[in-house]
Each structure stands twice: as structure tokens, then as C-alpha cells.
């Protein structure tokens, strides 16, 4: 089979489905009854409220005359197979193996003040995309802290609880990052395995969890997978109040995650509901660093901005981006995706150079996330085909990101 058009660059099932019908002319019936699909099903899919099985692909790919990988997200993590951290992972995978064993006599954990000012460090480092130390220092930080919750009582022994799952978030950080997903996700659930044990400081920390268990699923296009989990998170903080530690901060961000979702099936007005509601919880809170989340009004405009990309309101998007102004410590990862998603936006109103304006700042705030990413990656690549001749600019980001 063949095709007169390269698959497109949207990351979900959903959008690729749609765009071919655009090129092929099919409206959902149409191209249900052709594929011998259920419409209902069709429509789930496309919208991103349900899974797409390998079987429901294969059909819809005939009926598009396209082969089922090109209706499939790229997978990037393949790409990563020789980035240079990928052999530095032994010691944390290993860490995270042996979570259940008892604590090793030889370690001495320091005080709590000296552990929480080393878990503030290591993940200030996944923050700004500074993987390699971050990377060298996790290990042997988790293993003393596992010592410490397991050795220390009391209070000191549910602070210690709270800041290993805290690190152990910084797993998921560098394994989301290189493509290794599988990595990601133990990390996570040793987040939540300790977690549980972290006194009053559990529902947040639960919370934020389910919240980082999105990023997999929404560069999959798994929608259906990201509202579950979003709720999940929501059921941790039921019972909770404003006196809980953290637990207006991972509302808020529970909101925004959502806000996301929304946006990527095209829901604008679920979409801006939960930006509102995000926005009434940082009216409360203020810029908070609570769980290395940086929630706040700061965010929630960070994401207004992100979600009218994903909505596809690029002009809009470029609107709302005016006038913002980080602030100081704020997270270089989150500065650096900011960028990207005005890169995508650009790419879309095809304004190329403003569009690598973009590119380059995210590069000048955390070079080594918008080498990785994938929506970095998925703009490089829009902006060669659309080119006419490659730009030196250009060819340093095709080097930079590897496509």
C-alpha cells in the first residue's frame, strides 16, 4: 500500500485518523463502514476517549490505503537506544529492584535536615534537564534514605518515607526523558510504594504520582488511560483540606493535567473549566515549589498556553504567551517546554523562524530536554518537509535532535 502524503505529526492515533480522513475526503461513517469498524468505536478513538487495539488499527489503515505504522505515534524511545545515560542506568534500576530488602548495615543516613536538602538538590537537577549528576548522585541518595525510613521513628520516620518518594520521582524524570518507559513507571510505583508510609504527606504525594504517570500515557495519545488516572489522583486527595500538606497544589495540578487531556480531544470547554479551577486553587497558594511541581499562577498560564496549542488556537496560544515572566528559581524544564509548545505553534502558523526563536530558547534553558523531547523532535521534522532548502539553523537542530 502506499500514500501521497507523509503520516502527520499530531502524537495521538486519534489525530492521525482524523487527518488522513481530511486527505481522503471520508467522513467517520464512512470511513467506518469501509474499515468495517464500529462508528461508535471509530469515533471513541478519534476523540481519544478510547484505546485503539492493534486489531482496530489494522482495519482502519486498509480502509485508508495507508500502512498501520503510519497511523502509530513514533516511538522515540527507540531513537534513544544510544543515548550515552542509557549505560549509566545499572545502579538505579538495581536500587529499584531491591526496594524490598532490609536496610544495609553499613549505611549511616545523615540527619533529616541534611536529607531533605540533598532530595531538594536532586531534584532541582531533574528540573533543569542536568541528568548526568542528578543520575550519578541518585543511587547511593535512595539508598540512604531507604536506611533512614526504615531505621529512624515517629515523625522522623514518616518525613523520611515522604522524601524517598520524593526521589524516587527523579527515576521517572531521566527514564520519561532517554525513552525508557519501563524505568518511568518502576519509579513511579516505588513513589507511590513509599509514599503510603509518609504520614500526612501521603495523599499529595499519591496525587502528584498519578499526575506523572500522564506523561507516558499522553505521548502514546492514550487519553482514556490519562482520565483515569487524573481521577485516581483526585480519589487520593477526597477527605483532605487546605491544612494538608500539599494538597492544594496537587489539586491545582490535577486540574491542569486535565485542562491537557481535554484539550487534546478537542473539549475546549472541559478544557477551560479545569484552567479555571486551576486558576482559583493559585489564587490561594501562590508560586509554590511543593513536590518539585511549581504550581502556581505562573503554571497555570504556562498551561493556558499549552492546552490552546493542543487545541489547535495557535494564534491564540502566541496571544496568551505575552507578557509572561518566570519566576527566579523557577524549573528550566518547564520554562524549556513553554518554548516547545511555541515552536509547535509557529510550525502551525508557518512562521518557520520564529518557530526555531523558540527552539533556541528552550535550548538556551535546559539543552538537554529539547534534544530529547519529542514534540521538539516532531517540530525539527515538520520543519525540514516544509522547507525548501535547509537553513544552517535548521541543520543544527536536525543534528541536534537526531532525526
Request: net charge positive.
Amino acid at each position: 500500500m502506499g500514500t501521497s502524503m507523509a503520516p502527520p505529526d499530531g502524537i495521538s492515533i486519534g489525530q492521525r485518523i482524523a487527518a488522513y480522513e481530511d486527505v481522503r475526503g471520508l467522513s467517520h461513517r464512512q470511513l467506518a463502514d469501509r474499515a468495517h469498524v464500529s462508528y461508535s468505536l471509530l469515533t471513541k478513538v478519534v476523540s481519544g476517549h478510547k484505546p485503539a487495539t492493534p486489531e482496530f488499527v489494522a482495519a482502519v489503515a486498509r480502509a485508508l490505503g495507508v500502512e498501520p505504522g503510519d497511523l502509530q505515534p513514533p516511538s522515540y524511545s527507540d531513537g534513544m537506544a544510544d543515548d550515552p545515560l542509557v549505560p549509566l542506568m545499572g545502579p538505579i534500576r538495581s536500587t529499584l529492584d531491591l526496594y524490598d530488602l532490609p536496610p544495609q548495615d553499613a549505611v549511616r543516613p545523615r540527619a533529616l535536615p541534611a536529607l531533605r536538602a540533598a532530595v531538594r538538590q536532586v531534584n532541582a537537577l531533574a528540573q533543569a534537564a542536568k541528568y548526568k549528576p542528578m543520575v550519578a548522585m541518585l543511587p547511593g541518595l535512595l539508598v540512604e534514605l531507604h536506611t533512614a525510613a526504615h531505621e529512624f521513628t515517629g515523625e522522623q520516620q514518616r518525613q523520611a518515607w515522604g522524601l524517598l518518594s520524593e526521589a524516587y520521582r527523579c527515576g521517572h524524570s531521566v527514564g520519561i526523558a532517554i525513552g525508557l518507559s519501563d524505568l518511568s513507571a518502576t519509579a513511579l510505583a516505588r513513589m507511590d510504594w513509599a509514599a503510603q508510609r509518609a504520614g500526612d504527606r501521603a495523599p499529595a504525594l499519591r496525587a502528584a504520582r498519578e499526575y506523572l504517570r500522564v506523561t507516558a500515557y499522553l505521548r502514546v495519545g492514550d487519553l482514556e488511560a490519562c482520565r483515569r488516572l487524573q481521577e485516581s489522583g483526585r480519589g487520593h486527595l477526597e477527605g483532605t483540606d487546605a491544612k494538608t500538606p500539599s494538597a492544594l497544589v496537587t489539586t491545582g495540578q490535577l486540574h491542569l493535567g486535565s485542562a491537557v487531556v481535554a484539550a487534546r480531544s478537542r473539549q475546549t470547554d472541559v478544557m477551560k473549566h479545569h484552567l479555571d479551577e486551576a486558576q482559583k486553587v493559585a489564587a490561594k497558594t501562590g508560586e509554590q515549589p511543593d513536590l518539585s511541581l511549581h504550581f502556581g499562577p505562573t503554571n497555570v498560564q504556562v498551561h493556558r498556553v499549552m492546552t490552546l496549542v493542543e487545541a489547535g488556537e495557535h494564534d491564540q496560544a502566541v496571544a496568551a504567551a505575552k507578557g509572561l515572566r518566570f519566576p527566579a528559581g523557577w524549573a528550566p524544564t518547564r520554562i524549556g517546554h513553554h518554548h516547545i509548545d511555541l515552536a509547535r505553534a509557529y510550525r502551525w502558523m508557518a512562521k518557520p523562524e520564529a518557530a526555531l526563536d523558540q527552539l533556541d530558547a528552550a535550548f538556551a534553558v535546559a539543552p538537554e530536554q529539547v534534544s530529547r523531547h519529542p514534540l521538539a523532535r516532531e517540530t525539527v521534522t515538520a520543519l525540514s518537509r516544509s522547507a525548501s532548502r535547509r537553513s544552517v539553523r535548521l541543520s543544527t537542530w536536525i543534528t541536534r535532535t537526531g532525526i
